[in-house]
């Protein structure tokens, strides 16, 4: 309706009009602006029949010289490139962004826990004040809104206390057994127990493992291994009556499933390390860390702490035996000193 209006009249719209059409169509393709200078010179009847012309001649020159889809994406793709390289300084850099698996893949050492990243992982948080039992008292800082809050500086110090006890363990060639049972805990079970060089169980334990290990673990291979961590093959066939190897330290997530375990463990005398929450038996254990055992991230950290402690003694041990030093006794050794005790 409006281009009709305006073929009407034979003034000054009618040159505007084709000027408006020429400079849009230029930014296209040439061809279109041929096309358009050529109808120009028809001349405009009063019916408007010349305006639909040059409208159609435009539309018709616009389809005939599309651009390619895959030729407007090149030049989006590089006009967006050109705008980020102008765009590089402007702004700030986030160094800093959480990924949840940092403590898995890269766990901090015993001496980088600190107050803000044990606070950030919720170690904080206990159990209901209805919930506790009192021989954590000395492990609450207060209570806030009906739940009991866990002194973190408690927490830090009985930390680094255990992560010397697993580098120590570690350093003199002891068995380390990590175990966790809860859903999610898996990954921070295997984790540390790769670090430590020592072994691991996620899925449950199984009553009489210890007190009655010849019978369930009968059947275990048992590796023979030198001070270097060299396997030795040779001593396969003297290791038939000897009897089902029993770890030195045993690390548990969650002491509150396991009883069974810390039970056993007490029975074979075997130090033991937890995580105890406001609702937990401290003296379950052997050296209690106090934590929130619900909360993964806390798991996770406490788990891959004590890991790194375990790979420190490793390394310790190792770097001695590089030297011809040994950080423990000998099989060897140990056997002919027990006999010499027995005949005296």
């Known amino acids: 309706m409006i281009i009709r209006q305006l073929g009407l009249r034979q003034g000054r719209n009618v040159s505007l009009i084709r000027q408006g059409l020429v400079r849009f169509s230029s930014t296209e393709t040439t061809t279109t602006t041929t096309t358009i200078t050529a109808e120009q010179t028809l001349p405009l009847s009063g019916n408007g029949e010349s305006s639909s012309t040059i409208v159609q001649s435009v539309q018709a020159s616009r389809t005939s010289t599309s651009v390619s889809p895959a030729l407007k994406s090149r030049k989006a793709f590089l006009q967006a490139a050109r705008q980020r390289q102008k765009l590089k300084s402007i702004g700030t850099t986030i160094s800093q962004t959480y990924d949840p698996n940092t403590l898995l893949k890269n766990p901090p050492k015993p001496a980088e826990v600190t107050l803000e990243l044990l606070l950030a992982s919720q170690s904080h948080l206990g159990h209901t004040t ?32 255990a992560a010397k006890v697993v580098e120590e363990v570690a350093r003199r060639g002891g068995l380390i057994l990590f175990a966790g049972t809860r859903p999610g805990q898996k990954e921070c079970v295997v984790r540390a127990a790769e670090m430590a060089r020592g072994y691991h169980v996620f899925e449950r334990w199984i009553p009489g493992s210890l007190t009655n290990g010849q019978q369930i673990l009968g059947n275990c291979e048992i590796k023979v291994v030198n001070a270097l961590d060299e396997e030795l093959p040779d001593y396969k066939q003297y290791l038939t009556e000897r009897p089902v190897l029993k770890p030195d330290l045993v690390i548990c997530l969650n002491p509150i499933e396991n009883e069974v375990l810390l039970h056993e463990c007490g029975l074979n005398n075997i130090p033991t390390i937890g995580i105890i929450d406001t609702d937990a038996d401290p003296t379950r254990v052997t050296y209690p860390i106090p934590a929130n055992d619900d909360s993964l991230r806390c798991v996770q950290l406490i788990a891959g702490a004590l ?35 027995g005949q005296e």
């Open 307 to 341: 890991g790194r402690a375990g790979e420190e003694g490793q390394r310790l041990r190792l770097l001695e035996a590089q030297q011809g030093r040994f950080t423990y006794t000998p099989v060897g050794e140990r056997d002919v000193k027990r006999s010499s005790e």
């Open 130 to 161: 209805s919930r506790w039992n009192p021989q954590n008292s000395r492990y609450i800082f207060g209570i806030r809104e009906g739940v009991h809050i866990i002194s973190l500086d408690v927490t830090a110090a009985y930390l680094r206390r």
